[in-house]
Antibody, heavy 119, light 109 residues
Framework: EVQLVESGGGFVQPGRSLRLSCAASGFTFNNYAMHWVRQAPGKGLEWVSGITWDSGSKDYADSVKGRFTISRDNAKNSLYLQMNSLRPEDTALYYC????????????WGQGSLVTVSS | QSALTQPRSVSGSPGQSVTISCTGTSSDVGGYNYVSWYQQHPGKAPKFMIYDVNKRPSGVPDRFSGSKSGNTASLTISGLQADDEADYYCCSYAGSYNVFGTGTKVTVL
C-alpha cells in the first residue's frame, strides 16, 4: 500500500524558515517523480513544486520561486521542502504527492502538514 | 501561472449528469494532453479521478469521464450519487510546472 506521511509543519513567524519532510513507503520511491501541493484554509489547491526521480529537474510555482527548495533522498525514501522567507500567504496545508509516470499527474497523496505563518 | 477557471458550483439530482468545465490557455490545457481531475471531500486529501484527459485509474467508476476541446477540459459525472458531493479540481501540465483549477463544488440535490 502506497503511503506518504508529511511532517515538519508548525507555527512560524514571517521571515523565518521551516523544512517539511515526506516519508514514502509501499512503492519504489526512486522510480517516481514527486510533487508538493498546498491548500490555504478554505481555498483551492495550488501546485508548489516538483522533482524528477533523480533530482535532475526541479520546478517551482512563481509564488515560491527563490524562497522554497525541493529535494529528495532516495536512500531514505524521503522528500523535502525547505521553505525560507516565509510569508503569511504561505499559510496552508502542504501535501506531498507521487507523480504517475508519464502523466505529470499527482496520483497518491499524503494527509498533509499544516504550516501557519503569523506574527 | 494563472489558475485554470472552473465554475464555482454545479448541482444535480441523484441519477442525473453534471459537467464541470476547466478553461485554460494554449500554454496549459490546450497545449498538452496532461489534464487530470481530483475529488476532495471535506477534511480529506484529494483523490485521483482522471488522468491524460480521459483515462480512469483503477477503482474509479466509469460514471466519471473526461474530455477536452481546445483550451477547455471537462469532467462529466453520470448517474449522480450522494457520495459524489464534493469539491473537484482540474490540473494541467504547463511545460515546466503544473497548474490547478479554481475548484468546483458539486451539490447533490
Amino acid at each position: 500500500e502506497v503511503q506518504l506521511v508529511e511532517s515538519g509543519g508548525g507555527f512560524v513567524q514571517p521571515g523565518r524558515s521551516l523544512r517539511l519532510s515526506c516519508a514514502a513507503s509501499g512503492f519504489t520511491f526512486n522510480n517516481y517523480a514527486m510533487h508538493w501541493v498546498r491548500q490555504a484554509p478554505g481555498k483551492g489547491l495550488e501546485w508548489v513544486s516538483g522533482i524528477t526521480w533523480d533530482s535532475g529537474s526541479k520546478d517551482y510555482a512563481d509564488s515560491v520561486k527563490g524562497r522554497f527548495t525541493i529535494s529528495r533522498d532516495n536512500a531514505k525514501n524521503s522528500l523535502y521542502l525547505q521553505m525560507n522567507s516565509l510569508r503569511p500567504e504561505d499559510t496552508a496545508l502542504y501535501y506531498c504527492a507521487r507523480d504517475r509516470p508519464n502523466t505529470y499527474a499527482p496520483d497518491y497523496w499524503g494527509q498533509g502538514s499544516l504550516v501557519t505563518v503569523s506574527s | 501561472q494563472s489558475a485554470l477557471t472552473q465554475p464555482r458550483s454545479v448541482s444535480g439530482s441523484p441519477g442525473q449528469s453534471v459537467t464541470i468545465s476547466c478553461t485554460g490557455t494554449s500554454s496549459d490545457v490546450g497545449g498538452y494532453n496532461y489534464v487530470s481531475w481530483y475529488q476532495q471531500h471535506p477534511g480529506k486529501a484529494p483523490k485521483f479521478m482522471i488522468y491524460d484527459v480521459n483515462k480512469r485509474p483503477s477503482g474509479v467508476p466509469d460514471r466519471f469521464s473526461g474530455s477536452k476541446s481546445g483550451n477547455t477540459a471537462s469532467l462529466t459525472i453520470s448517474g449522480l450519487q450522494a457520495d459524489d458531493e464534493a469539491d473537484y479540481y482540474c490540473c494541467s501540465y504547463a511545460g515546466s510546472y503544473n497548474v490547478f483549477g479554481t475548484g468546483t463544488k458539486v451539490t447533490v440535490l
